[in-house]
């Protein structure tokens, strides 16, 4: 009797160790299974697991990089990437309670936002709600101010998890002002590059990123957000040599003439002589009567015969030879010549001439004259100072698309007698724009040529990486006593010539016109005529060298290169050249000086008093932002010119932090 109690302990002693046991065994065998199958996966179902499941449901995505912005050298921003929104809609992640008590509100406020019946956001969503989509595009494109304000709607400011709410960011890519147009700008959209944008697309370019993606039906792809394999890399900022305020006068300049003689197309192009620096860029052509665009840049593209222009080129290569200079006499006779068979006629009457008449009063007869008299017997002598000034090569620029140049040699078929004549007069040639405003360039510049630059600089996260400097591409065109004779004759051909249209007495300028008529070889239909002027200012002290050209102006309004583009060329110089401007009111003349003060917008210092936000509107922007940012205000602006919106408004209380929004002019 007194063992029974040691008999029950042993046995539940004994049931315990039992149970005890299959336990540890079932816990191993389960452990065991598990090993296996893990190396079952690893060694033998690797690919069909990979196949069968995680390639069919999930896809690694781009994620794309924001492009670089394009600047002005003054800072301005040329094209920008945009953020716009995308707005998609998980009805599987909405809790049914939130979208049933909820869905009326939301409803009222996107019929508010996109001015449409809440019946028709209602019957939509109830649609969506009831397939259970996960990935419904509701809004496309919105900007910013749009997408925070959607955020905060009934549901939606819940966030993905609860409200369903998904954004999609996608990158623009706009220009940020109307003074410069898409010819000149250009694009890059993978298959092709033109433009400034072209130009420079492996800076702006960046390095894009990689995400993850989950199939949510057999047509679409769910972004897994917190999943990204790779970062992208932002673009680097590119700063380009325009000069937005010359290319705006160049630009109204030339708009101006074009719509006063009805012509199918126009362009010109300032460079800054010593550096090469293309300060403006504009090519305008007519889509419909009085209305022009920037849509095709003729300055590189198109090669044309330059006319009179070319008789620059000629006769320097005669003054460098020590053929002619300031005391040598030309006969024109009666202003008609033949030489080879070929019948050459001036328009400006006959006579003798010197050197310097036969450039100021354009005269055909005296470039052949002289060109033929020394050359004729040699013209490779001729042709050898035209490949020493680069003439035959394509131009090593940025830009791409640039037209090669063409020119008639002894070697070419069509050459003849009479070729060299015409050479002389600017035919049997033809050449970018760029290339000959190059030329009159280095003659600006001393007799050194220099490359044209389109570039500034490089930026990345505010520090300079690459920073452009002069390149010479002739260290010498001529000796300095023929450059400085045909300075001297091209002076006197606006001072006296035909282009004394344009001389005025405040601004000393030098240049050559050009009259050119093409498509000569058609019998039929009306003449056509290309207006050219090319020449730099101040003649004594050269800053810029410009070419305007007008391409089929009406001729019964006028065809000539002093009447069409020369007075382009004077408004450009007047206006740009603020020491001895000429388009300014009477009043600011006074014995010939001008209050400069009155022609520029004083830099007004912005104060920020107690935080409280100050009133910006009409301030000139390129002076408020800097202000802005050194006081720590992040500042996101659009456009250029004078503020006419900001966010927050005048009053409101801005922290550091907080982002401040500027709308400019254009």
């Not at 007008?550 to 019964?556: A, G």
């Amino acid at each position: 009797m007194i063992k029974q109690p040691n008999n029950n302990y042993e046995k539940k002693r004994s049931n315990a160790l039992k149970w005890g046991y299959l336990f540890v065994l079932g816990a191993f065998i389960l452990f065991v299974i598990f090993l296996g199958r893990i190396m079952i996966l690893q060694n033998t179902n690797v690919e069909e697991f990979e196949n069968n499941y995680i390639s069919k449901n999930y896809r690694e995505a781009t994620l794309k990089a924001a492009r670089g912005n394009l600047f002005a050298s003054d800072g301005s921003i040329l094209a920008t990437t945009v953020m716009r929104y995308d707005i998609y809609l998980d009805f599987k992640s909405m809790r049914d309670t939130i979208y049933s008590n909820n869905i009326g509100a939301l409803t009222d406020s996107l019929s508010k936002m996109f001015d449409k019946p809440r019946s028709y956001f209602r019957a939509k969503l109830d649609a969506q709600n009831k397939k259970n989509n996960q990935y419904y595009l509701l809004a496309k494109g919105l900007d910013f101010d749009e997408y925070d304000r959607i955020r905060e709607f009934p549901i939606f400011k819940k966030g993905k998890n609860k409200g369903g709410f998904i954004v999609e960011r996608n990158f623009r890519r706009e220009l940020a002002t109307t003074q410069i147009g898409a010819g000149t700008i250009g694009a890059d959209n993978g298959e092709s590059k033109s433009g400034l944008e072209g130009a420079f697309s492996r800076f702006l370019t960046g390095i894009d990123g990689k995400r993850l993606e989950q199939r949510i039906n057999s047509a679409q792809w769910k972004p897994i957000d917190y999943w990204k394999v790779k970062e992208p890399i932002d673009g680097q900022d590119v700063y380009t040599t325009l000069d937005l305020r010359i290319q705006d006068i160049a630009h109204s300049a030339l708009e101006n003439q074009l719509i006063k003689f009805d012509a199918d197309h126009g362009c010109v192009v300032v460079m800054e002589t010593e550096t090469g620096k293309i300060r403006a860029m504009v090519n305008l052509r007519r889509t419909e009567p009085g209305i022009y665009v920037d849509a095709y840049n003729y300055t590189v593209k198109d090669a044309q015969e330059p006319g009179s222009t070319f008789k620059t080129v000629s006769l320097l290569a005669a003054m460098d030879d020590g053929f002619i200079d300031e005391n040598t006499k030309v006969n024109i006779g009666n202003g008609i010549w033949t030489y080879a068979g070929q019948r050459i006629t001036d328009g400006h009457g006959g006579g003798t001439y010197d050197v310097s008449d036969v450039l100021a009063k354009s005269s055909n007869v005296g470039a052949a004259k002289i060109i033929t008299q020394h050359y004729a017997d040699k013209p490779e002598v001729f042709i050898d100072h035209l490949k020493k000034w680069k003439m035959f090569d394509k131009m090593q620029i940025e830009l791409p698309g640039i037209a090669k140049p063409s020119i008639q040699t002894p070697q070419s078929k069509r050459w003849n007698k009479a070729t060299l004549a015409s050479l002389a007069y600017g035919y049997s040639s033809r050449f970018p724009l760029l290339q000959l405003v190059t030329f009159y360039n280095g003659i600006a510049n001393k007799g050194k040529m220099v490359k044209p630059l389109f570039i500034d600089k490089i930026m990345k996260d505010g520090k300079i990486l690459y920073e452009a400097k002069p390149e010479v591409m002739v260290k010498k065109m001529a000796s300095d006593k023929a450059i400085e004779m045909m300075t001297s004759a091209l002076t006197k051909a606006v001072e006296k010539g035909t282009a004394k249209s344009i001389y005025t007495p405040n601004l000393k300028i030098a240049g050559k016109t050009g009259t050119a008529r093409f498509e000569y070889w058609k019998k039929d239909g009306p003449m056509k005529y290309q207006a050219s002027f090319a020449g730099f200012y101040p003649a004594d002290n050269p800053k810029y060298t410009c070419i305007v050209v007008v391409n089929q102006p009406d001729t019964s309004k006028g065809f000539y290169g002093g009447t069409v583009s020369a007075p382009v060329f004077k408004e450009i110089a007047g206006k740009t050249f603020l020491k001895t401007p000429l388009n300014v009111e009477k009043e600011l003349l006074v014995e010939r000086k001008v209050n400069l003060n009155k022609m520029t917008t004083p830099n007004i210092k912005v104060n920020v008093t107690r935080d409280s936000m100050p009133n910006l509107v009409g301030m000139i922007g390129k002076n408020v932002i800097p202000q802005l940012e050194n006081l720590g205000y992040r500042v996101d602006y659009k456009g250029v010119g004078k503020i006419t919106g900001q966010f927050p408004a005048e009053g409101a209380i801005i922290g550091k932090n907080q982002k401040i929004y500027l709308n400019l002019q254009n």
